[in-house]
């Protein structure tokens, strides 16, 4: 029998080169190499490879004398999409200086070679994870603009919606480009760089916005659009900061209806 953290996996009978085994979900497992009772006996280490995965790892049995041991292998497949992902929330709930290589490993699962061998080091895999989230975040705020309805209407549905989250967020985090702002810009001329993309984008939809609302008759002409949208992304950016500290979202509703009130 042999005890591993997936479970037990029966040994079955002894000798023979392929066996079937049940896994703790019920799949089956073949264990395919050298009999046990041909090789153990003699004192040689006789190989054994699980052909289906429990969960997502590789187990790779070794039989010496009758006793198993159970290595863990890395994963038989790695998405470096999701890994990305996976270090977006690493990367904005500790900031880039505070997080450690093995920060990484322990949130993407893998080993650090396959770290830096995917990702190069782990500033590229910080640039990687700035651009997913801005991507991300302007995928949701495009969609959140886009809803039917009045354009300040939207526009006020939309910054509470964003407040309430960040208010409702256990770890206050805030905004990811927004924090990279505060810790890097200045001094990392490539995250300094990312983030004025990010800002860029969200001024875009907010100036397009605003031009909606003009056209439709909703918006008074003499406002510049183009200086609006600033004004917009300046408050959104006041606020992601200011939930960092906030005692209660009305604190931060209060600043959204005095912004929208003035359009």
Known sequence: ??????????????????SGHEAPDGSQLTLSGCGATGCSDLGVWASYTVQERLGDTILDLKVKNGVIVLR??????????????????????????????????????????????????????FERALNCYRA??????????????QVKERLRKTLKLLAAMDFADPDRRGCMAVNTAAE????????TELVRRHFAQTEGAFRELIEEGQRSGEIAPEHDA?????????????????VRVAESPDQ?????????DSL
């Open 1 to 18: 029998m042999i005890e591993g953290p997936q479970g037990r996996i029966d040994h079955g009978q002894r000798g023979g080169n392929q």
């Open 72 to 125: 863990m292998g890395r994963p038989k497949q790695f998405d470096p999409d999701i890994a990305v992902e996976h270090a977006v929330e690493v990367f904005w709930r500790k900031g880039y200086s505070a997080t450690t290589p093995q920060d990484l490993v322990d949130a993407l699962g893998i080993g650090k070679g396959s770290l830096y061998n995917t990702f190069g080091s782990k500033h590229a895999l």
């Open 136 to 149: 991300s975040q302007g995928t949701a705020l495009n969609e959140m603009l886009a809803e039917p309805g």
């Open 184 to 191: 890097l810009a200045g001094t990392d001329l490539v995250a």
């Open 226 to 242: 183009v200086a609006w949208g600033r004004v917009l992304l300046n408050t959104l950016v006041g606020l992601q900061l200011m």
């Open 252 to 260: 931060l509703f209060q600043v959204i209806e005095e912004t929208i």
